[in-house]
């Protein structure tokens, strides 16, 4: 006999599954119906109904929410989907306020709703309408918590690309500048053996009880910096291998007083603060993160200028673990990426935001910053120890960010006493200096490898980066051909010697011109004020490229 069966009552149908019942065995219509009436209509929202079974009570709660939201009603098991859907009335198959699907990851749940278009919802409800969740809840409760967070990272990179898009571009087309007059010429990467410990030093609290062991170790491993870390590495007199740089706006070049002309090598996103990408005036290694998903990066890539490409991390810290993980061989020791804070004091001694303190502090206010920190929204996460650890929405997404990327990795370390629990073994500095001392012998004496035999997760380093002049210099000539060919045909709309399509069609090929503006989609790009405001952007880049001689 099959585990899963309907049996008949007098109010229809009902699921039977493994001899336990998933609707009422009398009346299985009615607490669907009853949980239907109670569920609040809300403007844009996703309604999220695992297991939906036979339908019931999702007839009542279409007619209760409003024409912008939406039903998702998603199944897991093949058996009851295939056993359920040929019962389920067809004016609810064909509704337009219910999708129906069957999912059985999180990856195919991901095209749903990519399909569906998250940009359409502000907000996600879950309704447990029948005991079918019950076969699988793990799974349901999986899936569930990964369409939120799929929502709310939508929603948070939304917000993040429409503040700061046109500064990425402005200054991706900037660095690409420098690059094809040969200002922005990339060096070597690094010397010294790829099997030694790479330690990622960020600007958390913990860095300052974490100086000693840089100091005393400090021939044994090599350092890799975050911009806001590097004044307080060198107020310690500890000068970092490299400076890693991932922001965008002027205040950057706080982070680097005391570092003007210091030659340290400098780790830089393509998008960072122009003058940020020199301010050291040492060698430059630089990659490159898209940050949307524009046809400009696949041009860019054909060109030979998006070296070492990497996803778009968010963070600093998480971009430097992720370098060092393609470009060394050796273990990786996290210090100072706390993602946490303690009341009053955000960042480590020495650091730009330390320095504002001291500087700014008075009477009336000893401790500068202290008010702000104490009203930012707070939240109680646990530590490397397990212990109640500060720490706010954005720092948690970033320390979630990294143990969905990097928990499993075995490569990394996080040394006493860290931040927010990072879900990697936490060592001590007598620890942590044995390790460095192994992975520096192996160099001098390295394990036999079998190149035939190394799976997938076998390290292979990075080429070396490369900005080609000629290159860059190409590559935005090209690009001023499609801003003529958008002013051309403005001009041409303008005195009604043309269309609008024609617009359209020349925008279509610099579509990044548009990627931060705050339209929903699909863009009203048949609008003349969404022409207006396109156009206007043309002209921006184009009298950047004009001043600088392109």
Partial sequence: MSATRLEMTDRGPTVIHDGRYLYSKRDPVRTPERIAQTVPGEERCLYLLPSPLLGYGLEILAERIPENSLILAFEFSIEIFALCTPEIPQRLLNHPLIEWARLSDTPSMAVLLDRIGLWKFRRIKRVDINGGVSVHPELYNSLCDFAEGRLVNYWKNRHTLGRMGRSWIRHLFSNLIAASRADLT?????????????????????????????????????????????????????????????????????????????????????????????????????????????????RLKKADLRPMPLAPLGSVGLSSVELAIRLFSGPIL??????????????????????????????????????????????????????????????????????????????????????????????????????????????????????????????????????????????????????????EAWDCYALKQGSSEAIVKALGQIDYIYCDFPDDPPLPKDETSFLVRAVKRVRELKRLMERSGI
């Fill in 186 to 298: 990339p060096g070597k990467s690094f010397s010294g053996p790829s099997s030694q410990m790479t330690v990622i030093v960020g600007a958390g609290p913990s860095l300052d009880e974490s100086l000693t062991f840089l100091k005393q170790h400090r021939k044994l491993i090599r350092i890799i910096s975050t911009d806001t870390a590097l004044s307080s590495l060198l107020s310690s007199g500890i000068r970092p291998d490299a400076v890693s740089i991932l922001e965008t706006q002027a205040w950057n070049l706080l982070d680097f007083h005391g570092a003007v002309n210091s030659e340290i090598p400098l780790l830089a996103d393509m998008t960072s603060y122009p003058p940020s990408m020199t301010v050291t005036g040492g060698p430059l290694i630089p990659f490159s993160t898209a940050f949307a998903e524009l046809n400009l990066f696949d």
């Fill in 334 to 487: 996290l210090v100072g990426i706390d993602f946490g804070y303690m009341p009053g004091k955000s960042h480590a001694r020495g650091t730009s935001v330390h320095q504002w303190q001291l500087i700014t502090r008075n009477r009336t206010d000893p401790y500068p910053g202290f008010h702000a920190s104490v009203l930012r929204p707070k939240i109680m996460a646990r530590d490397a120890q397990k212990k109640p650890y500060r720490t706010d929405g954005v720092l948690k997404g970033y320390a979630d960010l990294f143990i969905d990327c990097y928990a499993k990795d075995e490569r990394i370390f996080v040394l006493e006493p860290g931040g927010i629990d990072l879900s990697r073994p936490l060592i001590s500095a007598s620890e942590a200096a044995e390790l460095a001392w192994k992975a520096a012998s192996q160099e001098t004496h390295p394990p036999a490898v079998d190149r035939e035999k190394q799976n997938k997760n076998s390290f292979t380093p990075e080429p070396e980066p490369v900005l080609p002049q000629s290159a860059a210099a190409d590559f935005l000539r090209g690009e001023r051909e499609r801003f003529n060919k958008v002013i």
